[in-house]
């Protein structure tokens, strides 16, 4: 999804604002890890997970978007 601002006409992709597929993903392999990890090993794992599962997905949706414009 793209907007157009002012009179220069420069294209705003507003699509990559809207995270909600990561950070749902996020959550989703939080919760998953937390219901099966030791308490001990859950905080420091599931913040290692919940930054890479966040990293991959934006880093794909970025991939997918640049390719779909370009």
Known sequence: MTAEFG???SRV???G???FVSVG?????AWLL???ALSLLGWPLGAF???TTYLVVVGADNTA???STG
């Not at 993903?25 to 392999?29: D, E, K, R, T, W």
Request: no cysteine.
């Open 7 to 9: 009179a220069e006409s």
């Open 13 to 15: 992709q507003l699509w």
């Open 17 to 19: 604002s809207f995270r």
């Open 25 to 29: 993903l996020v959550v989703g392999a």
């Open 34 to 36: 937390s219901s099966r």
């Open 49 to 51: 997970v919940a930054t």
């Open 65 to 67: 978007a640049d390719v």
